[in-house]
């Protein structure tokens, strides 16, 4: 598991990092969202990955990380997206003023006439 989860998380950054380094603006906001996922996933992996534990303590059963999940990366993973799904909305929209004030969506503002 912990491998799959591995190969997800690379490559889902690399296509990241090579979408932000495109000339396109649209392309640089799928790229952050890409990496913003990457490192959720990453962060999630943290809190050790366990099926069938769940985050929540019961009675007569020892407190400690043997036995249950670790619910904080869970929790930050859940802030991140929500904060994520916001930003990329936010982004979005700043990027289709931006296409309609200058008539391109170039990151630099010039296209490249062929």
Same mark, same amino acid.
């Given at each position: 598991m912990e491998i799959v989860i591995s190969i997800a998380i690379g490559v889902m950054a690399s296509a990241g990092v090579w979408l932000?380094?495109?000339p396109r603006t649209f392309q640089v906001l799928i790229g952050l969202a890409l990496l913003s996922y990457a490192v959720n996933l +990453?962060? +999630?992996s943290v @809190?050790?990955?366990f099926v069938a534990r769940e985050p929540i303590a019961r009675p007569g059963v020892a407190a400690d990380l043997v036995n249950y999940t670790d619910p904080l990366p869970q929790s930050l993973v859940l802030t991140a997206i929500v904060i994520g799904f916001a930003t990329t909305a936010l982004f979005l929209v700043v990027l289709l003023a931006l296409r309609g004030l200058? @008539?391109?969506?170039h990151v630099d503002g010039?296209?490249?006439h062929p």
């Open positions: 932000v380094l495109r +990453f962060i +999630f @809190g050790s990955l200058s @008539g391109g969506d010039q296209e490249e």
